[in-house]
């Protein structure tokens, strides 16, 4: 019996520190968070008046609206695989896409790695072209199990690009394929693969200069 | 008499000045928000921006929204995060996506199947842990649908509702108290896009 008592006792002991404890970590937590909505500004921009905040406001918001694109932009979901060829925010042509794989591969006989992910960020298109030849870089033969040729011209190869071409950097181009029908499945080397009636539109419609958005 | 009078022009007053100072707090945020988004936008890469009171994150470079996802539910825990940009420190998930290894010659060998070895948006988690700078942490999950993900969500929430008030309890005591956001998405594939989405070292900014 009088076991049982000091076991009341120990355990209302432990519940009540428990819920002591509970309370003063929501008294030090909750607070705060409720004050994420008017936690104070430093004592020189609080003297600024309304008015002016305003046209300062303003005038920042302008700054940030001019740095996007104006006309043309291509926006790249490399997710989704979605190309969205857009003019002036309206939507002219969706598109479904390939891009990166992000495999790895890594030269056997030396130190390179390469990551074969489509690049993210702002770019714009550098260059177009018709009919485009490919220059195999290394990575392409050492994924084939061969050793990488030093003349330039055992690179070149014809038709893989499809008929069209637009260069963004880096040896990255929105480019056509002849595996339409892993359109919407993530398996390049890191370019942007379209399919005909898409890239000929965007070649035709997207001038040189365009912005182009990858995410 | 006069009291009655007077009583209600004094609370208008009050109310007035109040409302003044709260939207003049709302305009500073705003402000000091554009200006850390300039400064983001300056350079070519994504960043994103969290906002709280509108339930969203938005994907954006040089100001262009890219992608946009609804948040079903927010809670918050310890104290406000900076108004400033802050870089994913870490992302951490029970399960990491793998990205697949190459075996150079590997393609040229005849197959019977079709396999692809790619590292797509189903592969990656739903349920995550966003690690940024200023000692914030951001949980992600898609909201319950099956038994399944009940527990695991009880668990969650056991652990938002108890464990982290405590820890947080501790932290504070130790002067490095934390900044805990808790998101669920409506469903799964929208938390999936946001970790692709979050590349590694994005920056983003929290508004609130």
New interface residues.
Partial sequence: MKTGKIWLLAGSLVAGGLIGLGTIAYYVSLPKALGWRTAAFEAAEESKSQSRLDAENSALKKKLAAMGPRGYAILIDSAENKLYLMKEGRLLREAVVSCGSGSILEDPGGQRKWIFDTPRGEFFVRYKLKDPDWVKPDWAFIEEGKVPPKNQADRVESGTLGDYALGFGDGYFIHGTLYTRLLGRNVTHGCVRVGDKDLEFIYQTAPVGTKIYIY | MTMRRVLPVFLAAALAVSA?A????S??????L??E??AL??N???YFVLD??GKTIV?K????V??EWKIGKIR?????PPLAALTVLKKSSLVVPQ????M?????QESSTFE??????KDMPATYTLILESRTVVYIRPRAKNIGGRIGNFGHILNWY?G???K??WL?LKKK?LTMIDIAFANESEAQ?LY??M?DKIKGLIA?
């Fill in positions: 003044a709260q939207d003049k707090i305009v500073l945020k705003d402000s000091r554009v200006k988004e300039l936008a300056k070519a890469a994504l709280i009171k994907l470079a040089k100001g262009v890219l992608k918050l825990w310890g104290g406000p990205r697949i290894k190459i150079p010659g590997e393609a040229e692809l070895d790619a590292l797509e948006l108890v982290l008030p405590l947080n309890l504070y108290p896009s692709w989405a590349a609130r």
